[in-house]
């Protein structure tokens, strides 16, 4: 559904910018970012036949991403009312390590012998596919604020080792909001910096293949992306 308000705010805007490009600009450009990706989340492991359901926690962060970003906004004459729309290509690491953990594999589906071998697993996500639909507002002289609606993958690259179970890929949305300044240079140039924070929909992923064939695991987790962020438009 994000994808198809993505599609069609667009569309949208280049039709206003063409039917009123005397009442404003239409901008195209380009943005350097620092982000700061972090992530808080909660495994929890199925109970088995005799056993307890086993819940593990951490947090992890992966800060001084460098980014860039392509944008196209629209900016009318209604008191500076801007519409914009932002894609960020390629992926970023969730955390700059790899996470990993060792557990006794104690049953498997048809083997009704007691296992005590020890499995290694290997877990790290990366974001990709951002996409983000805002608006901006002047509020006094360069100062301005805006906000938006994003959405992005998040892609799990986790390494269960034997027939241990894994995690699928998800797209999350998520809200947007920025504040800073923006002005132009000449007669075809503008420019932005501003400090943007992103809030994403806690992730919830359940596990397939696991080693009995009944039980799943479950993951909840919580991403947060702040960036501070330059841009350089060319403006017609």
């Avoid at 947090?59 to 932002?86: H, M, R």
């Avoid at 974001?127 to 002289?141: A, G, H, M, S, T």
């Amino acid at each position: 559904m994000k994808k198809q308000i993505l599609t069609i705010f667009v569309s949208m805007m280049f039709a206003l910018a063409s039917s009123i490009a005397n009442a404003g600009s239409f901008n195209v450009g380009v943005t350097g970012a620092i982000a700061d990706v972090s992530a808080s989340g909660t495994e929890t492991t199925g109970a088995g036949d005799s056993g307890a359901a086993n819940t593990n926690s951490t947090s992890v962060s992966n800060d001084n991403v460098p980014i860039g970003s392509i944008f196209a906004e629209y900016q009318s004459d209604f008191y500076g009312l801007t519409l914009g729309y932002e894609h960020i290509p390629g992926a970023a690491d969730v955390s700059n390590s790899v996470k990993t953990r060792s557990e006794v594999e104690a049953s498997k589906t048809d083997d009704e012998t007691t296992n005590t071998a020890t499995r290694d697993f290997k877990a790290q996500a990366e974001v990709e596919n951002y996409n983000l639909i805002y608006v901006e507002l002047p509020i006094y002289n360069q100062l301005f604020i805006g906000a938006g609606l994003s959405e992005m993958d998040v892609n799990t690259t986790e390494v269960a080792s034997s027939n241990g179970g894994s995690y699928g890929n998800k797209t999350l949305d998520g809200e947007m909001y920025r504040i800073g300044v923006k002005g132009t240079i000449g007669d075809s140039t503008g420019y932005k910096l501003f400090y943007e924070v992103n809030d994403f929909d806690t992730l919830k992923l359940t596990s397939t293949g696991n080693s009995v064939a009944a039980e799943t695991n479950s993951i909840s987790a919580d991403l947060d992306v702040d960036m501070l962020k330059f841009a350089l438009s060319y403006n017609f």
